[in-house]
């Protein structure tokens, strides 16, 4: 048991610590949030460490030591894309969702794919018992593979049968982060306390043993990973799957990665038989498209190193409110209003007495700037009561000045629309790598007002 130290008052949420309870946490907003606790439990060696002297090598002699790192490819493809090519050896990984988005059919499929492998898995579930994770296994045809299961909350107890265990483990799967707790701490199973000093043990077998550690970890509604925000800094990278209730697709996003790159996305499908790969995430966006319906645009956006086709639909109305509405659902809701001021200020066309809707199809979320050319396209359209061509893609940023600026990639960005089988493209003019082409395929916008006339007339 950890020497009984003054407590104080944490944030569930933030971690920041309060000296006395208070309703709302200071440091994220956030109320009922705050819990006594002990902050500084286990932190530290305690009274009976002595210190010890360590050991400083010069950086240049390291130079032939230098490798890559040694990694377990989970060869579920979308999975290893993510992390950057698997999984390290000694790394400690968070995987971020909702309740009941797929992480634990995820890692129940990763995990028999390495078992298959020939890799040493260990599940190790806090939430549900044996016999349910093997009914899930069995629902995911992983129910043969050499996969060890355990049901266990107590980090220690974790602890020894890992280091028991005749085969060392390759990878650990604790099923949930929030579940499990340490005899070195006092406080309640849940709280950031035992969260935080629970990873750090999980994190410390990791990187003496040589074992990845994948621990889950649930997600609030506002998409915070909940409580152990403070684990996100401890690990080596953070990855969130993401998906919307009424859609089948996930989404899985690193959010750090100290071994690989942060804007590759991993797209499945959630099917009866649990999570399928979509190798082609453009033709799933694509799917249900309606021919001739005015205010739709497909964006030719890029993630990562993929192309990805969405379709953004925009419906502009007559306003019968005073402030008319602005609603938009997978955009940035300020980009659109300065797309709607440039579109007043240097095209001539006022939106000022109409509500502006905007969706991207299929729930998906874009981030990337250079959606705004399709996004003014398709309200343009919207306005207009016209169609735009349905085999066209859009890709371009549209500066304060109306001007259309170059975005990185368009050749790869047109290839995969001609793929799909798409014939034309309105892009930035000065874009780079664009293929040569005689005929009128390809429209190189400069200024936004350009395109207005095209499209309206
Ligand atoms: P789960 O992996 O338990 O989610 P999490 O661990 O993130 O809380 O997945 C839960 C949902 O997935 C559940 O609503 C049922 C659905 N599901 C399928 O549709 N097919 C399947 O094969 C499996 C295993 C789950
Ligand atoms: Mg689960």
Redesign the pocket.
Known sequence: MAKKSKTAFICQNCATTHTQWQGKCDGCGEWNTIVEDNPLAGIGGGPGRAPKKGRVVPLASLDGEIEEAPRIISRVAELDRVTGGGFVRGSAVLLG??????????L?QAAAALSRAGHNIVYVSG?EAVAQVRL?AK??KANETQVLLAAETNVEDILTTLNDMEKRPDLVII??IQTMWTDSADSAPGTVTQVRQSAQALIRYAKSTGATVVM?G?VTKEGNIAGPRVVEHMVDAVIQ?EGDGSHQYRILRALKNRFGPTDEIGVFE??????RQVANPSELFLGERADNAPGAAVFGGMEGTRPLLVEIQALVAPTSLGTPRRAVVGWDSARLSMIIAVLQAHCGVNLGQHDVYLNVAGGYRISEPAADLAVACALISSLAGLALPTDCVYFGEISLSGSIRPVPHAGQRIKEAEKLGFKSAVLPKGSSDVPKRNDESIFAAEKLVDLVVKIAG
């Open positions: 969702g909702e309740p009941g988005i797929g992480k634990s059919t995820l129940m939430e899930r629902r995911l099923d949930s889950v649930h799957f959630m099917m009866q038989s649990g999570l």
